[in-house]
C-alpha cells in the first residue's frame, strides 16, 4: 500500500505499509510533561563547581611550586605536569560513562572520584616529603585527574535528569558551575599566597602558600561525598524508552546525526584548550610582558581571572534563565567563536606595541624580579601588549566567549543524540574535553619556551576558524534528534 503522509499542527503523520500511523515529532512534546528534580540538579551543579577548582586550583602557583620543589624542572616539564591530571581524565572519562551506561547510576561513580581525588590532593600537599619532586607531582595530577574524570557522570546526569525545557538551564548552571570552579581554582590560590613560600613547619610538613590548599581540597572532596550519599536523588526524566508502559504508540529514537555530534565535541575541546592555554601560560607570560615576580602574576591574574569568572558565570546564569538562552545555540556558538578571536587579535604582539621585552637580571629568579629567562631569544624582537589590552581581552573577551561556546554547545549535544541513555557517548565528549587540554598545554608551552606567545595566538586563532567554518557548513546538521511514534494497533 502506498505511504500517505500530512503535516498537522504537532508534526508529520505518515502510514506505513499496515495503515499504522507513524508520527514524527520533538522530543519535548513527551518529556515536558515531566519535572526535573531541582534539588539534586543543583548538587550536581554544585559537584561540577567543586571538580573544576580541582582541575584549576594550581594553575597559576604551580610553576613556582614546582621550581621551589625540584630544581631540574623546566617550562616544558611544566606542560607535561599540567598535562597529566588531563591525561588522567582522558583515561577515566569513557570509564565513568561507561559505568553509568551499564548501571544507570551517578551516584557511586561521583563518590569513587571524589575519594580517588581526595588521596590524590593530600599527595600533593606532602611533595616537600619527597626526592626528585617533580615526578610525584606529575603522579600527584594524575591521580587527580583518575578522581575528578568523575564530571563525565555528571555532565550525563544535568543532560538526562532534566526535561528539555530546563536541559539549557540545567547544563548552563552546570557549566556555569564548572567555569566557576576553573576560574575560581587560581583565585583561591592567590588568596592564600599571603602566607608565603615558606610559612612554618608542621613535624616535616610544611604549611605555606602552596600547600594549604591541597590540604583544603581533600576536605571538599570528602565532603562533597558525604553530600552525594545523603542527599542526592537519582531522577532520570529526560529518558525515553521505546515501547514505553502505558503509552498509546511505540516509540522509535532514530540514529543521532553523528557529524553534528563530533562538531559539539570540538567546540567542547577549543573552549578546553584556551582556557588551559591561558591559565596555564598567564603567569609565566606576565613575568616576560610586565616584568612581574611570581607572587605578583598569581596575585594579579588571580584577580583577573576572579573578573573573568564574574561575567562568564554572570552570562551562564542570563543564558539559563532569560530568552537569551533561546536563541538559536549555533548562533550562540559562532557569537563565542568571534569573541575568542577578538582575544587572539589583540593579543598578538603587533609591530606596533613598544618593545623589546626586558631579561631577568643577573643572578635573580623569578622568585625576587620579572623578565625573560637569558635563554630566551625571542625576547629581543617581542613587542610588549599594553597592560589595559591585556585585562581586557582577559576579563571582557573570554568572560563572554566560554559562555556562548561551551553552554550551547553541550546542551546542543546532547539534544542531538536524543532521550536516550548517553554514558558512553558523554563520555566521549568528556573525554574530548580532558584531551584537549594535554595537547594544549604540551603544544602551548613548548611553543612559548621556543618562540615566545607570538604563535600561540597563529595555533589558537587557526583552530577556532576551523570551528567557525565547521558550524557554517554543516549549520543545518547541528539540530536536536527528531522521534518518532507508530501508533498501536
Not at 551506561?101 to 557511586?108: C, E, G, I, L, Y
Not at 532569560?322 to 604582539?349: A, E, N, S
Not at 620579572?370 to 591585556?390: A, D, F, H, N, S
Not at 612559548?448 to 600561540?456: H, L, M, N
Request: glycine share 8%.
Amino acid at each position: 500500500m502506498t505511504r500517505v503522509s500530512f503535516t498537522s499542527r504537532s508534526g508529520t503523520l505518515i502510514f506505513d505499509e499496515n495503515e499504522n500511523e507513524k508520527h514524527e515529532f520533538s522530543a519535548s512534546e513527551v518529556l515536558d510533561k515531566r519535572e526535573t528534580d531541582w534539588r539534586s540538579m543543583w548538587i550536581s551543579i554544585f559537584l561540577q563547581l567543586s571538580v573544576g577548582v580541582q582541575v584549576s586550583v594550581y594553575y597559576m602557583s604551580m610553576w613556582p611550586y614546582l621550581q621551589k620543589l625540584d630544581k631540574t624542572a623546566d617550562v616544558d616539564f611544566l606542560g607535561w605536569i599540567v598535562a597529566s591530571c588531563n591525561i588522567g581524565s582522558t583515561i577515566s572519562n569513557p570509564i565513568y560513562g561507561y559505568w553509568n551506561q551499564r548501571t544507570m547510576s551517578v551516584k557511586t561513580p561521583v563518590i569513587i572520584g571524589f575519594l580517588i581525588a581526595a588521596v590524590a590532593q593530600t599527595w600533593y600537599g606532602l611533595l616537600s616529603l619527597f626526592p626528585h619532586a617533580k615526578w610525584f607531582m606529575l603522579a600527584a595530577r594524575v591521580a587527580t585527574g583518575f578522581g575528578v574524570g568523575n564530571i563525565a557522570a555528571l555532565r550525563i546526569y544535568a543532560a538526562t535528569a532534566s526535561t528539555p525545557k530546563d536541559r539549557m538551564k540545567a547544563i548552563s548552571y552546570g557549566t556555569g558551575g564548572f567555569v566557576l570552579g576553573i576560574s575560581f581554582g587560581p583565585v583561591l590560590s592567590a588568596f592564600f599566597t599571603p602566607l608565603g613560600e615558606n610559612g612554618w613547619k608542621l613535624g616535616a610538613i610544611y604549611i605555606n602558600m602552596f600547600t594549604v590548599v591541597p590540604f583544603l581540597m581533600t576536605i571538599v572532596c570528602l565532603a562533597a561525598c558525604v553530600i552525594v550519599q545523603i542527599f542526592f536523588k537519582e531522577n532520570y526524566v529526560g529518558i525515553i524508552e521505546e515501547n514505553e508502559p502505558g503509552s498509546e504508540s511505540n516509540v522509535v529514537i532514530p540514529k543521532y546525526d553523528l557529524i553534528g555530534a563530533l562538531i559539539c565535541i570540538y567546540l567542547f575541546m577549543i573552549v578546553n584548550i584556551i582556557a588551559t592555554n591561558i591559565e596555564v601560560m598567564s603567569t609565566p607570560l606576565t613575568t616576560v610582558l610586565y616584568d612581574w615576580k611570581d607572587s605578583q602574576s598569581i596575585l594579579y591574574n588571580g584577580i583577573a581571572l576572579c573578573c573573568c569568572c564574574i561575567v562568564s558565570v554572570a552570562l551562564n546564569i542570563i543564558l539559563g534563565s532569560t530568552r537569551l538562552g533561546k536563541l538559536d545555540k549555533r548562533i550562540q556558538m559562532l557569537i563565542g567563536l568571534g569573541f575568542f578571536l577578538l582575544y587572539q587579535v589583540f593579543m598578538y604582539p603587533w609591530n606596533f606595541y613598544s618593545g623589546p621585552l626586558d631579561y631577568l637580571p643577573d643572578g635573580k629568579d623569578t622568585d625576587v624580579a620579572g623578565g625573560c629567562y637569558q635563554t630566551y631569544e625571542w625576547c629581543k624582537w617581542t613587542t610588549r601588549v599594553p597592560l589595559p589590552i591585556y585585562l581586557i581581552c582577559f576579563v571582557v573577551f573570554f568572560g563572554v566567549a566560554f559562555p556562548f561556546v561551551e553552554s550551547p554547545s553541550a546542551a546542543l549535544y546532547s539534544e542531538i543524540l536524543g532521550p536516550r541513555k548517553q554514558g558512553n557517548m558523554q563520555g566521549l565528549f568528556s573525554l574530548g574535553g580532558s584531551l584537549a587540554p594535554v595537547i594544549g598545554s604540551l603544544s602551548s608551552t613548548a611553543l612559548f619556551q621556543a618562540t615566545g606567545f607570538r604563535y600561540v595566538m597563529v595555533y589558537q586563532a587557526g583552530i577556532l576558524m576551523i570551528g567557525a567554518v565547521l558550524v557554517l557548513v554543516f549549520y543545518k546538521r547541528l539540530v536536536p534528534l527528531k522521534l518518532k511514534s507508530i501508533k498501536k494497533t
